[in-house]
């Protein structure tokens, strides 16, 4: 009888470590990224400096943050947008962060930006991994992120992001200290 007990403990528990270690394993993909939680951290290459950077490197900034590719026909339509709402916001803490998902080299991506004469930050994640960081179904998707790195709004698909709903959107988290 006790054989029979001790088996059931320690059964009981290698089950119940099985199940702590499994729940450990897959919280941060059970955990869904959108309006309200934390903008996960990501690392991608600055295409105007070659150098690598992420989220943190915005703290205390407002981000408009476009997950996009070359390929990606409305992605191209909403750029121009993105860069009219860019430029109108120069000089404040508002800033325009696209990532490029393309699988090419840069010099596509930079290509492509310099066709549409874009001037705020392109960078590029060749390995597509913010795509799963940030739980993407596609592209373009973008998020609006407040100075506390919290997303505020969460868009799928091509918008017109210079509309007045969302410049009131950018003035209102400017102001939010």
Same mark, same amino acid.
């Given at each position: 009888?006790?054989?029979?007990?001790?088996?059931?403990?320690?059964? &009981?528990? %290698?089950?119940?470590?099985? #199940?702590?270690? &499994? #729940?450990?394993? $897959? %919280?941060?993909?059970?955990?869904?990224?959108?309006?309200?939680?934390?903008?996960?951290?990501?690392?991608?290459? *600055? $295409?105007? !400096?070659?150098?690598?950077?992420?989220?943190?490197?915005?703290? *205390?900034?407002? $981000?408009?943050?476009?997950?996009?590719? +070359?390929?990606?026909?409305?992605?191209? @339509?909403?750029?121009?947008?993105?860069?009219?709402?860019?430029?109108?916001? !120069?000089?404040?803490?508002?800033?325009?962060?696209?990532?490029?998902?393309?699988?090419?080299?840069?010099?596509?991506?930079?290509?492509?930006?310099?066709?549409?004469?874009? +001037?705020? *930050? @392109?960078?590029?994640?060749?390995?597509?991994?913010?795509?799963?960081?940030?739980? +993407?179904?596609?592209?373009?998707?973008?998020?609006?992120?407040?100075?506390?790195?919290? @997303? #505020?709004?969460?868009? @799928?698909?091509? #918008?017109?992001? *210079?509309?007045?709903?969302?410049?009131?959107?950018?003035?209102?988290?400017?102001?939010?200290?």
């Amino acid at each position: 009888m006790n054989r029979r007990r001790l088996s059931l403990v320690v059964g &009981l528990a %290698m089950a119940g470590v099985f #199940v702590a270690a &499994l #729940v450990i394993r $897959l %919280m941060p993909e059970i955990a869904l990224v959108g309006t309200g939680s934390p903008a996960p951290e990501f690392h991608a290459i *600055d $295409l105007h !400096t070659g150098r690598p950077a992420r989220l943190s490197d915005y703290r *205390d900034k407002v $981000l408009l943050l476009n997950l996009w590719a +070359t390929w990606c026909q409305p992605c191209r @339509i909403e750029m121009p947008a993105m860069e009219r709402l860019s430029r109108r916001f !120069t000089g404040t803490d508002f800033h325009v962060v696209a990532v490029s998902v393309d699988k090419d080299d840069s010099t596509v991506v930079s290509a492509f930006a310099k066709q549409l004469g874009l +001037t705020f *930050d @392109i960078l590029h994640d060749r390995s597509g991994k913010i795509q799963d960081l940030y739980q +993407t179904s596609g592209v373009p998707e973008s998020f609006v992120i407040d100075r506390h790195g919290v @997303i #505020v709004k969460k868009v @799928i698909g091509a #918008v017109e992001w *210079d509309s007045p709903v969302n410049d009131v959107l950018i003035r209102r988290l400017l102001d939010d200290r």
